[in-house]
């Protein structure tokens, strides 16, 4: 998986981009920190160049919700396609986290 | 579009090393009495048969992730690791009897996207449609993370929905794949194509586990019901040491 983090209009936006699986632990555990530390109410996961998630992925996804959550502040999934976006509606993803298409 | 549905289990063509020893690769040819591929390809056999099977040994340190080895005609892959001739040749015998076939320690599966090289793999001999091929994808990767995680590394997923739990895994995950017993112990995924689909089984060496202990919820329970959610079967067997799914494609 790959990143890049901008912010605009009080919004933290993070491009996310190729395979999101149990493998990207790390770089998801130093995410989540980085977005729980940063002045934004608002952090938005732009999902349209992710490829591939996995059951691990969309568990890491529901931790950092959580996270989020703990710290007043909201995460949003935007923009998911294809294989993504049929493994968050197999795994009931929409009541967890807001989906904005 | 090629197609090797029916090929009857009869031989493999030639034996292809990559990035093993020259010498290597010719005594387990011997031994399986099988050309090595260069050979093969000097005998001037480059006009490839859709039956023509090759057999594939790799080395550990990530060479398999070449594009080209994951391609036909290749159907096999088996990573020695610190298996002995024997036990090398009657994986390649298994093999026989499979579409496609792979052996690979724990250490070397987690490096490569083994479902994505075999789904891609399969798409050149069988159209299947992009969203029915990501399914099983992903069907297939669960079963190989679980087999590789939970199975050879032993670790538990992460329970909760807290970094607490992620940094366990994380700490876990480290530890174990260096931990060389158990970053050796072996993935084996084989496809087994028919008139309507494919059966896909994923077998590891870990301690299984009782469906019974496992409830829905956890990181295990959650990549089992995106298994049954793409998959027309399902079989948990070996006390949990194997998974056989078939898909309709």
Known sequence: MDHYTQIQNQETIVSVSGRLTFNDHASLRALIRELCDNETKRQIFELSGLEFVDSAGIGMLLIAREELANRSKELVLRGATGQVKRVFTVAQLGKLITIDD | ?249
């Open chain 2, 1 to 249: 579009m090629i197609r090797w549905d029916h090929v009857p289990a009869a031989s493999f063509v030639a034996l292809h090393t990559i990035g093993l020893p020259v010498e290597y690769g010719r005594r387990l040819a011997a031994l399986c009495g099988l050309p090595v591929w260069e050979a093969w390809l000097r005998a001037g056999r480059v006009g490839l048969e859709g039956s023509d099977r090759v057999v594939v040994l790799l080395a550990p340190d990530g060479d398999g992730e070449l594009e080209e080895s994951w391609t036909a005609p290749q159907v096999a892959w088996i990573e020695p690791g610190n298996l002995g001739d024997d036990a090398v040749r009657s994986l390649i015998d298994r093999a026989l009897a499979k579409s496609l076939f792979v052996s690979l320690t724990s250490a070397t599966a987690n490096q490569v996207f083994l479902a994505n090289r075999l789904m891609a793999r399969l798409a050149q001999h069988r159209q299947i449609a992009k969203s029915r091929r990501e399914d099983v994808e992903l069907a297939v990767h669960e079963a190989i993370s679980n087999a590789l995680i939970h199975g050879n590394l032993q670790i538990e997923g992460f329970m909760g929905m807290n970094v607490t739990d992620l940094d366990a895994f994380s700490a876990s995950f480290v530890d174990r794949l260096a931990d060389e017993r158990l970053a050796g112990r072996r993935v084996e995924v084989s496809f087994e194509l028919d008139d309507r689909g494919v059966t896909v089984e994923v077998l590891d060496e870990g301690g299984g586990y009782l469906a019974s202990d496992h409830p829905k919820q956890g990181a295990r329970g959650r990549g089992l019901q995106l298994i049954a959610a793409a998959a027309e079967k399902v079989a948990i067997l070996d006390g949990g040491r194997r998974i056989r799914t078939w898909f309709e494609l």
